[in-house]
C-alpha cells in the first residue's frame, strides 16, 4: 500500500529553508511523485517557498521543472556580484527574480494549482507572516530575503524577511493551514543533531555552530508540537556530506541521495495517528517513530 495515501486529508508538504542544500528537497519531490503523491496544499520558507511554489504549480509533475532550475543554477547568477542592493542587502535580489522567472510560475498566488503559503517574517515585529494570496513574485522574494544578504520586501505595510529565522520548517503554518497530516521537506545539517566533541574555537566557526543549534532547538520544537496534534512525517535525505552555502555545484548529487533515501523510507513507513515519523535529523528522538525495515 502507498502510505501517503493513507495519510488523513488534507495532507500538507511543508518545505523548509537551507539556501543552496534545498536541491536535496528536488529528491525528495521525485520519490513523492514516483509514488503518486500530491499534496492539498504546500507551505514553504525561504528556498523552500521556491521549490513550494513549483511543486504547487506543476502538481504530480514538479520534480523535473525543479531538477531543471537547481542543475542550471549558479552562484554568481543568484548571488550576483557588481550589483549592490542600496535597500538593506550586501546582494540585490536581480538573481532570484531571475531564477523566479526561469520556474515558469503564474504571477499571482491564486492562480497555483495547489493552495500555497510562503512565509516570511516582519522585521518590526518578528512575527511569522503566512502569504498566501497575491503577487507571487514578492512573496517569493520575502520568504527568501536573507536577513543582510538580499533586500527586504515591503508588502501590505509590512517590511519582510526570510521566513526561516522564526519558522526554518514551516509546519506550525500548515497546522494553522488546516492541515491533518503534513510531509516535511527539510534539508541540510541544521536539522541533523549536534555532536559535542571537537567544538570549534575560531569565531566563525563559534557563531555558525550556535546558528545551527538555534536552529536545532526550534526545529525540534515545532515539529513536536505539531506531532502532538497530527500525524508528521519527515523525509530524510540520507546526505552525509553537505556543499558550502554558496556551492550550486553538487546539486545533482544532493537530488540522486535524497531520493534514493526518501523513496526506501516511505516503501517501509507505516503511520497509526498522530506523532512524529522519521529516521534521521530532529526526528531521531521523536514522539513515535514507526518505520518497517
Known amino acids: 500500500m502507498n502510505v501517503t495515501r493513507s495519510l488523513p486529508r488534507p495532507v500538507a508538504v511543508a518545505v523548509g529553508g537551507g539556501g543552496v542544500l534545498g536541491a ?40 523535473p521543472w525543479l531538477h531543471r532550475v537547481w542543475t542550471r543554477a549558479r552562484r ?39 493552495p500555497f503559503t510562503a512565509v516570511a517574517m516582519d522585521l518590526g515585529t518578528g512575527a511569522p507572516i503566512p502569504l498566501d494570496h497575491g503577487d507571487l513574485e514578492s512573496a ?13 520586501v515591503d508588502r501590505d505595510g509590512r517590511t519582510l524577511v526570510d521566513g526561516g529565522v522564526v519558522a526554518y520548517l514551516p509546519v506550525l503554518a500548515a497546522l494553522r493551514a488546516g492541515a491533518a497530516s503534513v510531509v516535511v ?8 543533531p549536534q555532536r559535542t566533541a571537537g567544538l570549534p574555537r575560531r569565531a566563525h566557526t563559534v557563531a555558525a555552530r550556535a546558528g545551527l543549534l538555534l536552529w536545532q532547538h526550534q526545529i525540534e520544537r515545532d515539529l513536536h508540537e505539531v506531532a502532538a496534534s497530527i500525524p508528521t512525517v519527515v523525509l530524510p535525505t540520507g546526505v552525509d556530506s553537505w556543499p558550502a552555502p554558496w556551492d550550486f555545484g553538487h546539486a545533482q548529487r544532493l537530488i540522486d541521495t535524497a531520493c534514493h533515501t526518501a523513496g526506501r523510507f516511505l516503501d517501509g513507513l507505516r503511520v497509526s495517528g ?18 518497517v525495515q
Not at 80 to 97: A, E, I, K, Q, W
Not at 185 to 192: D, I
Not at 277 to 291: F, L
Request: charged share 15%; proline share 9%.
Open 185 to 192: 521537506l527539510s534539508a541540510g545539517p541544521a536539522g541533523v
Open 24 to 63: 536535496a528537497q528536488v529528491g525528495l519531490g521525485y520519490a513523492l511523485e514516483q509514488r503518486g503523491f500530491v499534496p492539498d496544499l504546500i507551505v514553504g520558507t525561504s528556498v523552500g517557498a521556491l521549490n513550494g511554489a513549483i511543486a504547487a504549480a506543476h502538481p504530480g509533475r514538479a520534480a
Open 274 to 291: 498522530p506523532g512524529l515519523y522519521g529516521v534521521d535529523g530532529p526526528a531521531a528522538a521523536s514522539v513515535r517513530t514507526e518505520v
Open 76 to 114: 554568481r547568477t543568484v548571488f550576483p556580484f557588481g550589483h549592490p542592493s542600496s535597500r538593506g542587502g550586501v546582494f540585490s535580489d536581480r538573481g532570484l527574480r531571475d531564477l523566479i522567472a526561469m520556474a515558469g510560475l503564474p504571477a499571482r498566488i491564486e492562480q497555483l494549482a495547489v
Open 140 to 152: 517569493l522574494l520575502a520568504s527568501a530575503a536573507i536577513p543582510g544578504v538580499l533586500p527586504p
